[in-house]
């Protein structure tokens, strides 16, 4: 019991949330053990102290930079195709070639990297606000709500990713927002168990019974006790999600059903070099594929390094 | 244990009751109404007569009711563009898909406990790090860029298997082609086996560190029966709910495994039908998919059970 409070505190120390959290209701005991013999370092030098997830750290920061920093220092015309230029070798003119329609190859990168970014994070932050939401409801609420809610997260569950994705790609127009929504749709489930299942057993905690107790209303814990406890794997769950959302995306793409050109993602990149692999014009295939191992490879560690940050007992065996 | 197991199946059953409902409010969701299962080319004379036909202009509770019953009576709908029952398809190319799925499982599972057992003896060495990064890349790589790469490496540069999938309408036809059945199944295993050697890396991880292991070792039993005895045995039962809960996943992948290589599965049919906007085959096939895979966790949870006490 003392060693979670613990973890509790150093989220909460960590995240600025310390003073709303000490305010009003929180007896003292709950709080102390955070300062007591253990004296955990905080969130970020356990976090820094994880070479992975700083190598990963640096690798998003550095592909986030290429795509939105980059256009900037290297301008490409990616809106007019050039077929005159189609299918050009990499050379001094273009460092990683053309694609089928003359676009240059590291100009549609960096454009595509927007969307593949935007996109990903956009789902992954929308999801977890959803399934945060709807499991700390579930959680909080306990008994037949939960029930309720959990078997619709069950249901969801159930229906493979892709398949829903299609359904909903096949029937509306992919659009950059329309995608965001059906990726969301897709990742908000597993936050909502988690953060569900963390909620469950935060309100038999001492802290939140005594918040009660003294009369809190019941949205006000949720918000000021219940929430400001899981906002460690909430993290931990949006990098994750967002490196699921990254990958749903080139598969949505690859069956035909990504956002329509002229707009580019990698996935798009990726799947429309496969049609020339066996030409053997390598640079419409490897430079996409391996921005999209590099990104969610780097957004996993980061998420490995933050889980591993806020579990304290993993830091202690 | 029975009690328990009659216990899962309620839950599994309103979980598939929860799945009509989702495919229920997808059909109602389609711009244009259920109307738009007929196609796009329908008139609207036809669409008229069509919702009337099917009871698509009666209180949605009744629809919903009704929906129930033609489930029950085995009826999916009907695929306008193949002129066939959803159901008929279904038949003819769930098998085939079950048998790449199962196949990869297998390999997976095969490759994936060997893996994750030797990274958790050897934690944090240089067999760790590398099997534990080469799992990671292989988690983080699209399903159609692995099929390439195996395309690319087998098919061309040493040009020992087939580029596609085996072709035939049925199972028996498709076991015949074992050679074309290769890059399809290990193309799927890929994802498979990262996430599974991950999580049998923890899951040892944390049976190595428990007392009765240290006890077994105390009482001087042999390495090898330490760990084949004390920690394979509780390391691997989580494994049961991870097959379960990775399906809906391996699924996705099937879909873009079946599109690459052209398997005649329900992937390859899905994704035609979802370029070609044949909706009925896109609900009936994920409202059959979704609820083998409410079957296939329900399953994994019972056996579950049978095989350990302590959840009973």
């Known amino acids: 019991m003392k060693r979670d409070s613990n973890i509790g505190s150093t989220r909460i120390g960590e995240s600025g949330l310390r003073t709303e959290t000490v305010t009003g209701s929180d007896p003292p005991d709950a709080e102390d053990p955070a300062h007591g013999a253990a004296a955990p370092a905080t969130l970020g030098q356990t976090f820094l102290r994880n070479r992975m997830g700083v190598a990963g750290l640096a690798a998003l920061i550095g592909v986030a930079l290429f795509s939105f920093l980059g256009p900037h220092l290297y301008q490409t015309n990616q809106i007019n195709t050039n077929i005159v ?69 069950d249901s969801f569950l159930s229906v493979p990713p892709l398949l829903l994705a299609l359904v909903l790609a096949s029937v509306y127009k992919p659009t950059i927002p329309v995608l965001i929504v059906v990726l969301a749709v897709l990742s908000w489930l597993v936050t909502a168990r988690v953060v569900r299942g963390e909620a469950l057993s935060l309100r038999v905690r001492d802290f939140v019974r005594a918040a009660r107790f003294v009369g809190s209303r019941e949205r006000y814990i949720i918000r000021r006790h219940i929430l400001p406890n899981i906002i460690g794997s909430i993290a931990v769950l949006v990098t994750l999600s967002a490196a699921d959302a990254i990958l749903l995306l080139a598969a949505l793409s690859y069956l035909g059903l990504g956002p329509p050109p002229p707009a580019a993602n990698w996935g798009e990149m990726l799947a429309n070099g496969l049609n020339y692999a066996f030409d053997g014009y390598w640079w419409l295939v490897y430079p996409a594929g391996i921005l999209i191992v590099l990104t969610v490879v780097a957004i996993n560690l980061i998420g490995d390094a933050l889980r591993e940050a806020f579990d304290v007992r993993l830091q202690q065996r | 244990m029975i009690a328990y197991s009659l216990w899962r199946v309620s839950q599994g059953l309103l979980v598939v009751l929860g799945v009509t409902v989702i495919v229920f409010v997808l059909v109602h969701l389609l711009p244009g109404g259920p109307g738009a299962l007929l196609g796009e080319r329908a008139t609207p004379e036809q669409i008229k007569a069509f919702l009337q036909a099917n009871g698509y202009d009666k209180p949605i509770y009744e629809q919903y009711i009704n929906y129930l019953r033609q489930l029950l009576h085995g009826d999916l709908g009907y695929s306008y563009l193949h002129n066939a029952t959803v159901s008929s398809l279904l038949a003819q190319n769930l098998p085939k898909s079950a048998l790449l799925v199962g196949l990869s499982y297998i390999v997976a599972l095969a490759v994936a406990i060997p893996f994750g057992l030797m990274q958790a003896l050897r934690r944090n060495r240089a067999v760790d790090y590398v099997l534990t990064g080469l799992s990671l890349v292989g988690y983080s790589m699209p399903v159609f860029w692995i099929a390439l790469v195996l395309i690319s490496l087998f098919a061309i540069n040493y040009n020992i298997l087939p580029p596609v999938g085996p072709s035939g309408a049925t199972v028996s036809e498709v076991v015949q082609q074992p050679a074309n059945l290769v890059l399809p199944v290990l193309t799927l295993s890929v994802v498979t086996v990262a996430q599974f050697s991950r999580f049998v890396r923890s899951s040892a991880i944390d049976v190595l560190v428990q007392d009765y292991v240290r006890t077994a070792r105390s009482k001087g039993i042999s390495e090898w029966h330490v760990v084949s005895r004390h920690v394979v045995r ?67 949870d019972v056996l579950y059970a049978v095989c350990d006490p302590r959840i009973r």
């Open chain 1, 85 to 153: 230029q189609a299918h050009l070798a990499p050379s001094w003119q273009h460092p990683l070639g053309t694609d089928q329609v003359g676009y240059d190859i590291l100009g549609r990168l960096m454009v595509a990297g927007q969307s593949s970014l935007i996109v990903g994070f956009s789902a992954a932050i929308l999801a977890s606000f959803l399934g945060t939401l709807w499991g700390a409801i579930a959680g909080y609420c306990g008994g037949w709500i939960d029930a309720v809610m959990m078997r619709v997260v």
């Open chain 2, 234 to 300: 509780n390391s691997l039962l989580p494994i049961i709910t991870l097959i379960g809960l990775s399906l809906p996943g391996t699924l996705s992948g099937a879909v873009v495994t079946e599109s690459v290589f052209n398997y005649p599965g329900m992937g390859l049919l899905f994704w035609n039908a979802a370029a070609a906007h044949d909706i009925p085959v896109l609900l009936g096939f994920t409202l059959v998919v979704s609820v083998s895979v409410v079957v296939g966790s329900m399953v994994a």
